[in-house]
């Protein structure tokens, strides 16, 4: 499976972007997808990972009530619509995969960074 990511670029705080991954190669049906990113000088963060198929999903505080992630199975396609964006948004955000096993849940892949696969990422900067 290839990830490929699309949607970042510069908005003003405040903003919205929707970022999106495209899945080629297999299908996403039985893999839990998340959201990731990384700023100049930390370490990559889970922001946001949803379930194989109810929907469940986890996101991190700083995002909560801001971020929705969300996925079209038919269209092998993962959503983060992202709205009301800081500065401290700013970072690079990369399209994660791991396939579903019972006992890994959405949580945990986001925040003990259990992924198989990694798309390169897009950029997002959030400037005045």
């Known amino acids: 499976v290839q990830l490929v990511e699309s949607g970042g670029g510069l908005v003003q705080p405040g903003g919205s972007l929707r970022v999106s991954c495209a899945a080629s190669?297999?299908?996403?049906?039985?893999?839990?997808i998340g959201w990731f990113r990384q700023a100049p000088g930390k370490e990559r963060e889970g922001v946001s990972c949803?379930?194989?198929?109810?929907?469940?999903?986890y996101y991190r505080d700083s995002v909560k009530g801001r971020f929705t992630i969300s996925r079209d199975n038919a269209k092998n396609t993962v959503f983060l619509q992202m709205n009301n964006l800081a500065p401290e948004d700013t970072a690079k955000y990369y399209c994660a995969a791991t396939p579903f096993i019972p006992i890994l849940s959405e949580r945990q892949m986001c925040t003990n960074n259990v992924v198989n696969l990694w798309g390169r990422g897009t950029q997002v900067t959030v400037s005045s």
């Open positions: 190669g297999s299908s996403l049906d039985d893999y839990i």
């Open positions: 949803i379930s194989k198929n109810d929907g469940s999903a």
